[in-house]
């Protein structure tokens, strides 16, 4: 025979999946079927992703995670992947990105501008980078660590950032 606090938490419980059922139920209501393109093959990290290695799937994405996926091809062609992408699965947009302007260990021109003086140097940068991006370069000649901002043209710029 079940006790009073037994019966108790049974409709608690039973109320609570109700509740979260309910509550659940409206935003999966907002998955709809979408063509997304998939690698036909398996792209490794590094590798552009070219035209003809996209198809088109349907999946059932809600609105909610349909912004971390691409979901349109002219999202990603012409861009590398960063993680090895697989055949048939959606990609996601953390797993892309541009062609690095900077390459991790490659001498890099790097300079210093300020009131109109410039200082041209050579660093090794750290990590891969694109433009923009903020990374760490190594001076070949003392060993010392700077940041150092990615610019459009390849080179580096150190300092006034």
Known sequence: ????????????????????AS????????????????PAAVVYAGDQIVQG??????????????KNY????????????KRTLLPGKPIPL????LKDSVVQGVLTKATFEMNG?????????????VEGELIDARNPEYGRTVKALVKADGSLQVGGL
């Open 53 to 66: 290695i996209l198809v088109d799937r349907q999946f059932s994405v809600p609105d909610a995670a349909a």
């Open 94 to 97: 953390a797993y892309v990105k």
């Open 1 to 20: 025979m079940k006790t009073s606090a037994a019966r108790h938490n049974c409709c608690f419980l039973s109320l609570a999946a109700w509740l979260a």
């Open 70 to 81: 691409v979901l349109l091809r002219r999202q990603v062609e012409g861009l590398y992947a």
């Open 117 to 129: 003086l410039v200082i041209s140097t050579f660093l090794i940068p750290l990590q891969s980078g």
């Open 23 to 38: 509550l659940l139920a409206p935003a999966m209501a907002f998955a709809e079927m979408r063509a997304i393109p998939v």
